[in-house]
């Protein structure tokens, strides 16, 4: 499990998600954590459960408590893809996305070794 930074709020946040959370999300949202990861834009509501859940350690309980602070950070100019970017990149470290979507977004991760692992799995995959 990778922690990605999420400073929007407070200084030396950050967000994380691991199997117990995605299945909070999935819960809360009723939806796949796939069909969610797939829409374009996360809309707001979904934003912000994912946000509550994946900040909770910091102290955050619910998207109602997102919610405020989220518009006080748009409102002092941070673009709502700002703040979709750590999302998807926690969820994309969380392994939930697989490991191909993990080494497109963790390049810098990729041996020669992972890739050849990869393409192997396409490869069989694909017969």
Do not use: W
């Not at 392994?95 to 991760?109: S, T």
């Amino acid at each position: 499990m990778k922690k990605v930074d999420f400073e929007y709020f407070a200084p030396g946040q950050y967000i994380y998600y691991d199997v117990g959370r995605i299945m909070q999300i999935e819960n809360l949202l009723k939806k796949g954590i796939g069909e969610i990861a797939s829409e374009q834009a996360l809309n707001m509501s979904s934003l912000c459960v994912m946000l509550a859940v994946g900040l909770r350690h910091h102290g955050f309980k619910s998207p109602d408590t997102i919610a405020p602070l989220l518009q006080k950070a748009m409102d002092d100019g941070v673009d709502i893809q700002d703040v979709q970017i750590p999302v998807v990149k926690a969820l994309a470290a969380s392994g939930a996305l697989g490991k191909k979507v993990y080494y497109q977004i963790f390049p810098e991760e990729l041996t020669e070794d992972k890739e050849a692992e990869l393409q192997k799995e396409e490869a069989a995959k694909n017969e």
